[in-house]
């Protein structure tokens, strides 16, 4: 073993790059661990504490950044050491893209690209509704990425779009489709008639997926941002965003994807898509919910009936709900339930996707009653579903999308829990996500159930891929590496929650 | 052709008067960061500007726009012309600038209240999460509790530089225990002057220049804006929000400042019982 150093003299980083940093430099052939700190003297303790303080980390002062990498020869030290000056004096060059910089300001952009009439703004949420107010008062739609912004600051902001005719998707909207392009956490999806109003990402993803399986295409998906359609805030971009889409010549049918809305703007919802005469799905996931039929608007529970319903009423044929699980499919679970022991009764859903774990949660609560998640407070239940995107694991590292850490750990705690028969997962494709996120959790997983086998227990994986054959990552071969794992995987996340219920209970 | 200028929207009381005050040659850029700059100012403190928004540090002002150029760089001076101070060519403008006061104000309600309803902190770091980070935690809780000023201090030198980041997880962690032991028992704090007076000189030596500042300035009771509201929030949702937006600044300082109110209101809760 070695241990070689960098020290960068008065190098100010924050604790994410170089966490990011040191989770890169770890991943590189023949590094066995990875220090980036400043060189305090509390951390030079910490440092020693791993074997990791050398001389040079030593001799350094607080204001210098080091980075001290063990490697299991020199050449490999070496080469680690180059790529970690490499990244961090990349950080530190301003961003180009073809031999220009790119602009670093709302005002700068727009000189760069005259006539552009949409911002995408994804800046702290405290910043965001000032970034947001700018691209208003300037006349741009705006797309806003940005979680954390008040909602009093919400509220100002759709008024002022209102009252300019223009559209303002979230905050923390995190997926549209606008003419075809691909805006954020998005599939590659064909071109279609289908518009979607979305108060959430991967609820349009996944209605978005199941539409482009089946043959169908998106012409405009917009989101509204996830409070759009509570009390507070009145549907104000809600009910703008349905009249755009029944403008739209490409638009034959709305699915509006949500929670279920105040109840006066679910009215006013309704009275809109009267109004317009559009046929349209409403997936609002929430107790209580009714699936039906009134006039052209259809009303169903699951994302996997939006899509079902919406290409049925398209068809000209009639909907009903299914729920139902195949022969082969009966044959696996009953196969697999004999892995299990006695005692194996419990599901831990371990989710990227926001609502693809409110989904989760919904159907396993009808199906098997008490079900807990970190979506609601209260005791963790036998069966529990996490939504790994939330606010406390994502302070200080990027969404379970990007960085896989969280859920490989939560995976390697679940499985050595004697009473957990089934892990639940959803893999969301797509641009702006990891480049392979299977590959990502696929060690995890096999870690998974060989401890689970070498306590005598079996460990069912379900998973549902929400990506399409055209998404950079490649449909197939995630499903394939999954598969190879051991991993079930299913066609929608409805249907590896009916599969995941059966397997936890028969 | 005019230099269009930039107003310094708001700033905290000192800060107002340091921009006000200084001299020809005001400071020089310490480091450049996205939404921040901080300033190597001439009386040998840091001052950071930053983008509109809550003021992220008691000796931070916002401008309306911040500079932006290749040309910002560590050492770039910044040159006081008349009223005014200019850096790159772009002309900042402090009059009119609306004074914050950034000190902690002492609270006529127990710690519990808070305490009941404040959000858990995300998983801790790494570094508070080691075994000196646990132990220097722990002796700073049972200095609050047992009203030990030598375990208090002996916890917060242990805290000094720990961790990740440019403000490393453990001064962060120490802001935010002093934030809240400033809001519920500043009298136990002013007691024991050699708290401030050990602390700050090992802070002196011990951390990074922009982690040092911050721990000064809260051993003298002045936080960042979100600190405050935290603290001094009404309502269980005000409390909410006002964690939520602290989690929300730095890349994990916000998390690593909860961790530290948390620590010292659980402390002082077991004094008070």
């Not at chain 1, 060059?93 to 727009?110: I, K, N």
């Not at chain 2, 403190?45 to 509109?52: E, F, G, H, N």
């Not at chain 2, 002045?222 to 937006?245: G, H, K, M, P, Q």
Request: hydrophobic fraction near 45%; glycine fraction near 10%; aromatic fraction near 2%.
């Amino acid at each position: 073993m070695t241990a070689l150093t960098l020290v960068i003299k008065s190098c100010y980083r924050d604790s994410v790059a170089l966490l990011m940093l040191a989770r890169t430099l770890r991943a590189t052939a023949g590094v066995s661990e990875v220090a980036a700190l400043m060189a305090t003297d509390a951390n030079k303790a910490l440092m020693a504490q791993s074997d990791l303080l050398t001389s040079d980390a030593a001799a350094a002062g607080p204001n210098d950044l080091v980075v001290v990498i063990r490697a299991t020869s020199a050449g490999e030290a070496e080469r680690a050491v180059g790529q970690a000056a490499d990244l961090l004096s990349a950080a530190r060059r301003p961003a180009e893209a073809g031999g220009r910089p790119l602009p670093r300001t709302l005002e700068s952009a727009r000189r760069h690209l005259r006539g552009a009439n949409l911002a995408l703004i994804s800046v702290p949420g405290a910043f965001a509704a000032a970034e947001t107010l700018k691209a208003l008062r300037g006349g741009l739609h705006v797309m806003l990425f940005s979680d954390n912004v008040p909602i009093d600051d919400e509220v100002a902001l759709k008024r002022l779009a209102a009252r300019k005719g223009l559209l303002l998707m979230g905050p923390d909207c995190g997926t549209a489709y606008l003419g075809g392009v691909p805006l954020g956490f998005a599939n590659a999806v064909p071109r279609g008639r289908v518009g979607i109003v979305a108060a959430s990402g991967t609820g349009l993803q996944q209605v978005a997926i199941l539409l482009a399986a089946r043959g169908e295409g998106i012409s405009h998906a917009l989101g509204v941002g996830g409070r759009d359609m509570s009390a507070a805030v009145g549907g104000l971009m809600t009910l703008p965003a349905l009249r755009a889409l029944a403008a739209d010549r490409a638009t034959e049918l709305i699915v509006v994807v949500g929670k279920p809305p105040d109840r006066a703007v679910r009215e006013s919802v309704i009275g809109t898509l009267r109004e317009l005469g559009t046929p349209a799905v409403l997936a609002m996931l929430g107790r209580g919910v009714e699936p039906g039929q009134d006039g052209a608007i259809t009303t169903v529970t699951t994302l996997e009936d939006a899509a079902t319903a919406a290409i049925a009423m398209l068809r000209g044929k009639r909907w009903s709900p299914e729920a139902t699980i195949a022969m082969t499919t009966e044959a696996r679970i009953e196969e697999t339930r004999k892995t299990l022991t006695a005692r194996q009764r419990a599901i831990r859903g371990l989710y990227a996707g926001g609502t693809l774990a409110h989904e989760a949660a919904l159907i396993l609560e009808s199906l098997l009653g008490d079900v807990s998640s970190n979506l609601k407070p209260g005791v963790e239940r036998r069966h529990h579903i996490v939504d790994l995107g939330a606010d406390e694991f994502t302070v200080g590292r990027a969404h379970p999308m990007l960085d896989p850490g969280a859920r490989i750990d939560a995976i390697a705690r679940a499985a050595k829990d004697p009473e957990v028969a089934v892990l639940l997962l959803d893999v969301v494709l797509g641009y702006g996500v990891a480049a392979d996120p299977a590959g990502d959790i696929v060690p995890a997983l096999e870690a998974a159930r060989a401890e689970a086998a070498a306590h005598g227990r079996g460990l069912a994986v379900v998973t549902t891929v929400v990506g399409t054959r055209d998404d950079p990552q490649g449909l197939a071969g995630q499903i394939a590496r999954l598969e190879a794992a051991g991993a079930w995987v299913l066609p929608s996340n409805a249907e590896a929650v009916r599969v995941a219920a059966r397997l936890a209970t028969g | 052709m005019t230099t269009p200028s930039v107003h310094v929207l708001r700033a905290s009381v000192g800060v107002v008067e340091r921009l006000r005050t200084a001299p020809r040659e005001a400071g020089r850029v310490h480091s450049v960061f996205e939404r921040a700059l901080n300033i190597d100012w001439h009386d040998g403190r840091l001052l950071t500007l930053q983008s509109p928004g809550p003021l992220l540090a008691p000796f931070a002002a916002t401008l309306a726009r911040l500079p932006r150029s290749c040309a910002i760089v560590p050492g770039l001076p910044m040159w006081r012309r008349g009223d005014v101070l200019t850096l790159d060519g772009v002309v900042l403008d402090p009059r009119g600038t609306a004074a914050i006061d950034p000190t902690m104000p002492e609270a006529r309600t127990s710690p519990g209240s808070v305490f009941a309803v404040l959000p858990t902190a995300p998983s801790v770091a790494k570094g508070l999460a080691s075994e000196i980070g646990c132990r220097a935690r722990s002796r700073l809780a049972d200095g609050v509790s047992r009203r030990d000023p030598g375990a208090f201090i002996q916890g917060a030198l242990g805290l000094i530089g720990l961790g990740e980041g440019l403000t490393p997880a453990g001064d962060d962690c120490l802001v935010g225990a002093l934030a809240a032991l400033r809001r519920f028992t500043p009298s136990w704090l002013d007691a024991h002057p050699e708290i401030r007076t050990t602390v700050e000189q090992t802070a002196a030596v011990a951390t990074t220049t922009v982690a040092h500042e911050f721990v000064a300035h809260a051993l003298a009771g002045r936080f960042a804006e979100s600190v405050v509201d935290l603290l001094t929030a009404d309502s269980a949702d005000e409390i909410r929000c006002a964690a939520t937006r602290l989690l929300g600044s730095g890349a994990t300082s916000g998390a690593d400042t909860l961790c530290g109110v948390e620590l010292a209101l659980a402390a002082l809760r077991n004094r008070t019982s």
